[in-house]
């Protein structure tokens, strides 16, 4: 069992607005869009995303607003997240994080929301995010490192689904 030590301020959609830290990417996959959301949906879900080792849902099924699960990241960092949005039949939903293990953000959101697309779909996948009190310059320092990570999740997005636009 993982000791969280680190308590995370809650935050709503306006978060996605409002942090001071904000990254949002539009995949145009071939995958449908119920494929998609199935896989963000699935008991494994981001099961593709080789630098999240392990999310689970520590809630019992059936998942909604009020779910929990827990993310390892690159296998050191760990969160718990808490859904404040879900919604099936919009294909969308949006947690933040409660606590962590490490005290790197003040607070921290995803949101994903899966849409037709020509052939496939698009998956508009958005992070926000505000670093830990008196870690703002080293988290703008660590910047290129969390580019690189969130890049990462969307190459192996792209290699799971398929992408319908050629990506260099």
């Known amino acids: ?32 869009p119920d494929e998609v959301w199935a896989g963000l949906t699935s008991s494994r879900p981001l099961s593709w995303c080789r630098a999240l080792p392990e999310v689970a849902y520590v809630s ?26 879900w919604d099936d039949a919009e294909r969308r939903k949006s947690f933040h994080a409660t606590e962590a293990t490490l005290p790197l953000f003040s607070a921290f959101a995803e949101d994903y929301h899966v849409l037709p697309f020509d052939d496939g779909s698009k998956l508009v996948w958005s992070f926000a995010f505000a670093p830990w009190k008196g870690l703002d310059s080293a988290v703008q320092l660590g910047r290129p490192l969390t580019e690189t990570l969130l890049a990462s999740l969307v190459r192996d997005t792209r290699n799971h689904f398929g992408s319908l636009t050629e990506v260099q």
Not at 67 to 83: C, D, I, K, P
Request: aromatic letters at 14%; glycine letters at 8%.
């Open 1 to 32: 069992m993982t000791a969280f030590r680190y308590g995370l301020d809650p935050v709503d959609e306006t978060f996605f607005e409002t942090a001071p830290m904000r990254w949002r990417v539009g995949l145009e996959l071939a995958a449908s």
């Open 60 to 85: 019992d099924p059936p998942h909604g607003v009020g779910t929990v699960r827990e993310a390892s990241v690159l296998g050191t960092y760990r969160m718990r997240e808490e859904f404040f949005r």
